[in-house]
């Protein structure tokens, strides 16, 4: 089970609740992420995939110029958002 605040102890970065994906500026990306993760570097991202494979929980990599298939209403998972 992923545990929060074992995530933020664990990064840098910044970590967003029950987030509204059009705030962040991603060309066609819209809908509400469970949990938004923003690294804030190669390290970080390293700690974010170690502890989300660790408990299993669902999540994908995004990043602002990359081209991504997202639902339009609400992503049950982790999305993590690289430059």
Excluded: C, W
């Amino acid at each position: 089970m992923l545990r929060l605040e074992e995530l933020r102890d664990a990064i840098k970065g910044e970590i967003f609740v029950q987030e509204d994906m059009a705030k962040h500026d991603i060309r066609k990306v819209t809908g509400v992420a469970d949990i938004l993760v923003k690294p804030t570097g190669k390290k970080d991202l390293e700690k974010v995939l170690k502890l989300l494979r660790k408990s299993q929980f669902p999540y994908v990599v995004i990043n602002k110029k990359g081209k991504v298939i997202f639902p339009d209403d609400h992503y049950r998972g982790v999305v993590i958002l690289t430059d």
